[in-house]
């Protein structure tokens, strides 16, 4: 087994309560650098996580042969300027969403990756959540049209022919969020979470369809409380609700597919539902992340019971209720990106499916701003060859 020398640039919140675990635990993995603008914060995660020693200048990795891997986790205002040089020292990159702020930055790093060979990664975990991957292949298997409905309880469509749209893939996909559990940053940026936050989703919405979108609406505020909008050419839709007034313990991610008379659904990561599909499972559930085996009852409903239980045994001793987390794919996602770089794998999400996810993402914050639809062409999603 290959052991990987790793530098985590950025030592913030995500990556204390991701990539650093994540790291930590992963045999294939050695913290070789903890690097952070905060000398005091380097250090303190050199000493909690084992690295073997810490840093406060990126500038001094880029060139370190001891280092075969770095994983950027800073806010976006750091991409092309680091991951460009670190590739053209040979060294691959897991980056943080979004891919960069800029079009000509994504452009940069697109291109230097292809010359150098170098992969990048982008942390659109997601994609590598157990839940979401279940998800997927239910999802294909009604969209091949292979895999005839089953009979609903009430049929009236007789001996009528398919209409078009009934091929059509409808996404529903509901984020449930709350302003209160926010960094004081995200108040301040001019792209608000819309940007920041929704490229996970914009992401997930061209990764689950076959068709090119060729039109985006946003209506709310960049800060949250929005529905975005995306439709494709074969005249499927993805909306995305986002609320910023929820509660931070109730479920976040709803996401909902319909194509063919077959509805597929995926619960917060950790349940999976179907209608549709006879040799499938209607329900299947997924396991809690890591660290929460306090709660022992799975799928949405013994969520929801574990959540009130943890409350009020809180409130009996007086303690902060306990944080019930689910797996998302962050593990997953950097795994993978070690097989990829072993030559064992895809890359679970490179630099060229990233871009047209900022690019859509920019396009919902011109919508929104001029307040009408806005027409996506094939520059926003395509990239040339050379």
Known sequence: MKIHSVAMVGCGALAQQAHLPNIWKNPRFKLAVACDLDAATAQMCREKFCADRAETDWHKLINDKDIDLFVL???????????????????????????????????????????????????????????????????????????????????????????????????????????????????????????????????????????????????????????????????????????????????????????????VAMDQHIEVRQCGLADELAVKTFPYAEGCEWATEQGMTGYMKSIEAERIRAGAVGETARWLNVNKGHYQQLDRFLDHIEGRGENPCDVESAVPVNRLAMKMLESVRLGMPVTVGPEDWHLPSG
């Not at 895999?147 to 996909?173: F, H, N, W």
């Not at 505020?221 to 050419?233: E, P």
């Not at 839709?237 to 008379?261: R, S, W």
Request: charge should be neutral; glycine fraction near 6%.
């Open 73 to 263: 986790a800073t806010h976006t205002n750091l991409r092309g300027e680091f991951i460009v040089p670190a590739l053209e020292a040979g060294q691959p990159v897991y980056t943080e969403k979004p891919l960069a702020p800029s079009r000509q930055e994504m452009v940069n790093i697109v291109k230097v990756s292809r010359h150098t060979g170098v992969p990048v990664c982008v942390g659109h975990n997601r994609r590598s959540s157990p839940a979401m991957l279940e998800f997927k292949r239910l999802l294909d298997r009604a969209r091949s049209g292979k895999m005839a409905a089953t009979k609903p309880t009430v049929d009236r469509s007789g001996g009528r022919a398919p209409l078009p749209e009934e091929s059509q893939l409808q996404i529903l996909m509901r984020i449930n969020d709350d302003v209160r559990s926010w960094k004081d940053w995200i108040f301040w940026d001019d792209e608000g979470i819309m940007f920041s936050e929704m490229v996970h989703f914009i992401d997930l919405a061209l990764w689950l369809n076959n068709a090119y979108p060729v039109r985006v609406f946003a209506e709310g505020s960049v800060r949250g409380n929005f529905t975005l909008l995306i439709k494709f050419n074969d005249g499927s839709i993805t909306t995305l609700q986002h609320t910023m007034v929820g509660n931070f313990d109730y479920p976040k991610e709803l996401f909902e597919a319909t194509t063919n008379n077959i509805t």
